[in-house]
Nanobody
């Protein structure tokens, strides 16, 4: 059974860092792309970043470019999202999602992803 489990969320101060993990089971990342999305209170879901499990090509939303880094560890079947220089506007529930095509061409298109994790809360405040 295909499953994604996020972890690593929590509270951070502005300028701080958090690392989110997305542990996957039931499939190997080599044949999938993984995306990170977030939903802030009162806002629509927003694509943050994605990575191809086959060639590790990645993409970032403009709002996080230069601050967030996505990476994949195929041996651990885990995708990470390193978040640095956090801002209050990064506060949201973060979700990872998987699609069975290892391409980032549809990186920020939520319907492209067929499997979703349960989400992890990230709160950035003083």
């Amino acid at each position: 059974q295909l499953q994604l489990v996020e972890s690593g969320g929590g509270q951070a101060q502005p300028g701080g860092s958090l690392r989110l993990s997305c542990a996957v089971s039931g499939f190997t990342l080599d044949y999938y792309a993984i995306g990170w999305f977030r939903r802030a209170p009162g806002k629509e879901r927003e694509g943050v970043s994605c990575i191809s499990g086959s060639d590790e090509a990645s993409a970032y939303a403009d709002s996080v470019k230069g601050r967030f880094t996505i990476s994949v560890d195929n041996a651990k079947n885990t995708v990470y999202l390193q978040m640095n220089s956090l801002k209050p506007e990064d506060t949201a529930v973060y979700y990872c999602a998987a699609t069975g095509r290892p391409t980032i061409n549809m990186c920020f298109t939520s319907w492209w992803y067929k499997h979703w994790g349960q989400g992890t809360q990230v709160t950035v405040s003083t």
